[in-house]
């Protein structure tokens, strides 16, 4: 799991338009796969070739579902649901996806792996 700046990942992302973004969205993927136990989930690699592939389509996609992930293990963690993958979805659609990335590393900041 890779722990990561939050500011300096969005600054990153700006300075580099939009490139360090892809490599942020891998390691996000594997991250969320370490958390969360899950290893049927694709590499990060494969899921920023699908969001290239289908132009964007399945980065909407991913996102939904990583938020849908993140808050199930905030439940089995004992925290309160949250919705966070319909808001990482509603984010990415209005054009917000660097939002969304800082909101997923954010909570995924918050997780310790044993």
Not at 17 to 27: I, N
Not at 43 to 63: A, D, E
């Amino acid at each position: 799991m890779i722990k990561k700046n939050v500011a300096i990942c969005v600054i990153l992302t700006i300075i580099t338009c939009g490139l360090y973004s892809l490599y942020w969205v891998a390691t996000l993927q594997d991250s969320i796969t370490i958390i969360t136990e899950d290893n049927d989930s694709p590499k990060g690699s494969t899921v920023v070739l699908l969001s290239i592939i289908t132009c964007g389509i399945y980065g909407l996609y991913w996102s939904y579902m990583s938020g849908k992930r993140i808050d199930n293990k905030r439940i089995e963690e004992g925290y309160s649901s949250s919705e966070l993958g319909i808001l990482y979805l509603l984010l990415s659609l209005f054009g917000l996806s660097i939002v969304t990335l800082a909101l997923m590393q954010n909570e995924i900041n918050k997780f310790e792996v044993a």
